[in-house]
C-alpha cells in the first residue's frame, strides 16, 4: 500500500531548545489512524508539521494530496461567520450575483462546479447537529461545541484527502460525538485522529503509538492495540523476571568462584611454607594458579556485567504502568448521610441567555392546575422526572449530562461555592472538593511538594512527599515548579492537591475530567476514584470513563427541561 504521509528522519525543538522529535520515521497509508501517545510526547506537533504548520528543525514530511487539519485550539476572527469558517462565501456571494443576473465572467470561474454548495453546506452542518446555525452567524457567538462542529463541517463538505483531527471531541457534548463518530465512520480517505476518546479510538483501523519519540504500528482499533500492548507488557515482566534472576546466579557463581580461589591460595601458602616442594615448582604452580584465577574472575565479571546489561535492557522493554495507589479512608461517607442537598432547580436561570424562568411554588401553596408539581429525585426514588431539589446521600456517584452550554458547569460552581446560581440554593453536608476543567488552580511558581501543602497545611513535609509518591511523584519529581508539568503531571498533581486537602473531600465536584487526558491518566483518574470512598458528582461527556467511575445515577441538564434524570447510558 502506497504511503499517504511520510516523515523521514523527522527532528522538532521549541525556540527555548525542548526537544519534542527526533529523528522519526513514520508513514501511514489509506485508512483511520489512531495517534496515541502520554500527554507531552509530541502527538499535536506532529499533526503541526504534517499540516504544514511549524517546519521541522531537520528531515522532511511528504503527503501524496491535500491535507485538512483540525487543531485543538480554534482562534476565530470575530467579526467572521459561518460562511466564512465552512470556506464557501466567495462561491456563494458569486451564486447570488449571478441568480441576480450578473454575467460576469469571475461570478462564473469562482462557482465553478460548486452550484449546490449552499445545500451541501447545510446538510453537513444538519448532520453535524447544527441545523440551527445560520450560514451568516457570527463565529464570536457560537459555543466551544458549535464552533468544533461548524470547522469539522468545513473539513468533511471540503474533503481533503487526508484529514488531520487534534482531539475533535473536546468541548462536544454526547449527542454531536455520536455524529462526529458516525462521519468518521464512513470516512474513506486517509485520516489520522490524536484523542483519549475511546469510543473514537474504536473505530480506526490501526493504532500509532507515539512514545520516547518513536512510533510504534499496531493493526486494529483501541482494544486490540490493548490486548497486544499487554501481551507485550507480560513478554517484558517475565524478561526482566528472567534477567533477575540471572544476575542472581551470575553474582553467586562468582561469589563460589572467589570462595574456591581463596581456598586453594591458603592451599598453596601451607605447601610452600612446608618446603616439600622445590621453590622453582612452588613458583610455577603459584604464577599458574593467579593466571587461572585471573581468568576466572574476569570471566565470572564479564558473565554478571552481561546479565546486569540483559536486565537493563529488559527493564527498557517493560512499558512504565506505574498505577496511582490512593488509599483515603477518610473520605468514607456513611451510606444514610446527606452530603448535600440543592434545592430551587425548577426556577433556574442555567444560562445568561436562557430566559427567567417563575420560581418553584411555595410549599404551602398549591402547584397551578396547569403543570404537574415538580418531583424531588432522592437517593433511590424510582420515579424519573424533573428535579426541584436534588439530594445526594452517602457515597453516591452521580453523572451530570446534557448539551454543552446547558449551564453544568455553573451548577458545579454553586454547589462548589464559587458561583452564584439564581434561586438554587446549595447546603453542604460534607467538605467538597472541585476539580475543574481547566487544571489552573496550581500555583505556577510553587513546586509539587508546596502546592500539596497549601492545601493541607498541617501535614509534614514527608507526610506530603509519602502521599505524593502514590500519585507517581517519587524524588526530585515532587520538587518540580508546577509551571514545568506536563498536562499528565500537572493533572496528577491537581488531583494530589485536591484529595490529599485537610480536611479530606467527602463529596468531589469533578467538571470534564478526561478533557486533554491521555489515556494513562485517564487510567491513572479511574484508579483514585476506585479507592474513593466519598460521594462524586461528575459532569462529563465520556460515557466509558463515566461506566468506569461506577455511576449509580444519572442525570440529565437541559436549557428548557432543566434537571431530569435518565436512565442509564
Not at 2 to 11: E, G, M
Not at 474 to 484: K, L, Q, S
Not at 486 to 501: C, H, I, N, T, Y
Amino acid at each position: 500500500m502506497t504511503a499517504a504521509i511520510v516523515c523521514s528522519d523527522l527532528s522538532f525543538s521549541w525556540p527555548d531548545g525542548a526537544r519534542v522529535l527526533s529523528g522519526l520515521t513514520l508513514s501511514i497509508g489509506v485508512g483511520r489512524t489512531g495517534l496515541i501517545g502520554v500527554n507531552g510526547s509530541g502527538k499535536s506537533t506532529l499533526l503541526k508539521l504534517i499540516a504544514g504548520e511549524l517546519r521541522p528543525a531537520s528531515g522532511a514530511v511528504r503527503t501524496s494530496t491535500d491535507v485538512g487539519y483540525l487543531p485543538q485550539a480554534i482562534n476565530l476572527g470575530t467579526r467572521r461567520t459561518v460562511s466564512d469558517l465552512l470556506g464557501i462565501t466567495a462561491a456563494r456571494d458569486a451564486l447570488h450575483a449571478i441568480e441576480a443576473g450578473e454575467t460576469v465572467v469571475n461570478a462564473f470561474a469562482t462557482v465553478g462546479d460548486d452550484w449546490d454548495v449552499e445545500e451541501r453546506a447545510r446538510a453537513w452542518l444538519d448532520r453535524l447537529g447544527l441545523a440551527g446555525l445560520g450560514l451568516d452567524d457570527r463565529v464570536e457567538r457560537l459555543s466551544g461545541g458549535e464552533t468544533i462542529g461548524a470547522a469539522l463541517a468545513a473539513l468533511f463538505l471540503r474533503r481533503p484527502g487526508i484529514l488531520l483531527l487534534d482531539e475533535p471531541t473536546n468541548n462536544l457534548d454526547l449527542d454531536a460525538r455520536r455524529r462526529l463518530y458516525d462521519a468518521v465512520a464512513t470516512w474513506t480517505g486517509v485520516m489520522v485522529i490524536v484523542s483519549h476518546d475511546r469510543e473514537l479510538l474504536g473505530l480506526v483501523d490501526q493504532i500509532a503509538d507515539l512514545s520516547g519519540g518513536e512510533v510504534r504500528m499496531y493493526g486494529g482499533n483501541l482494544r486490540g492495540y490493548s490486548r497486544l500492548v499487554a501481551a507485550e507488557l507480560q513478554a517484558a515482566q517475565r524478561a526482566v523476571t528472567s534477567a533477575g534472576a540471572e544476575v542472581r546466579r551470575q553474582r553467586r557463581d562468582l561469589v563460589d568462584a572467589q570462595v574456591k580461589q581463596a581456598t586453594r591460595d591458603r592451599q598453596g601458602r601451607k605447601v610452600a611454607a612446608s618446603g616439600s616442594l622445590p621453590r622453582a615448582v612452588t613458583d610455577a604452580r603459584k604464577k599458574h594458579a593467579q593466571e587461572s584465577a585471573g581468568r576466572s574472575r574476569e570471566l565470572h565479571t564479564d558473565r554478571l556485567a552481561a546479565a546486569r546489561g540483559r536486565l537493563e535492557e529488559a527493564k527498557q522493554a517493560a512499558r512504565d504502568d506505574a498505577e496511582i495507589r490512593v488509599e483515603l479512608p477518610s473520605t468514607a461517607v456513611p451510606a444514610g448521610r446527606t452530603v448535600l442537598t440543592v434545592t430551587g432547580l425548577a426556577g433556574a436561570r442555567w444560562h445568561p441567555a436562557a430566559r427567567p424562568q417563575p420560581a418553584p411554588p411555595s410549599k404551602s401553596a398549591p402547584p397551578p392546575k396547569t403543570a404537574p408539581p415538580p418531583k424531588t429525585a432522592a437517593a433511590g426514588d424510582p420515579l424519573p422526572g424533573v428535579l426541584a431539589e436534588l439530594i445526594v446521600r452517602g457515597p453516591e456517584r452521580i453523572a451530570l449530562t446534557g448539551p454543552n452550554g446547558a449551564g453544568k458547569t455553573t451548577l458545579l460552581k454553586a454547589i462548589a461555592d464559587l458561583a452564584t446560581l439564581p434561586g438554587v440554593t446549595a447546603r453542604r453536608g460534607a467538605v467538597v472538593g472541585y476539580l475543574p476543567q481547566r487544571l489552573d488552580t496550581l500555583d505556577d511558581s510553587l513546586t509539587v511538594v508546596d502546592n500539596v501543602r497549601l492545601a493541607a497545611p498541617a501535614a509534614s513535609v514527608n507526610e506530603v512527599r509519602a502521599s505524593l509518591a502514590r500519585f507517581l511523584f517519587r524524588g526530585e519529581r515532587a520538587d518540580r515548579r508546577a509551571g514545568t508539568l506536563s498536562g499528565g503531571e500537572r493533572f496528577r498533581a491537581v488531583l494530589a492537591a485536591l484529595l490529599l486537602a485537610q480536611p479530606a473531600p467527602q463529596l468531589l465536584l469533578l467538571d470534564e475530567p478526561t478533557n486533554n487526558l491521555d489515556l494513562a491518566s485517564v487510567r491513572q483518574l479511574t484508579q483514585a476514584l476506585e479507592s474513593y470512598r466519598g460521594a462524586i458528582l461528575a459532569a462529563s461527556h465520556d460515557v466509558p470513563f463515566l461506566r468506569s467511575a461506577g455511576i449509580t445515577r444519572w442525570l440529565r441538564l437541559d436549557r428548557e427541561a432543566g434537571l431530569t434524570v435518565i436512565d442509564p447510558l
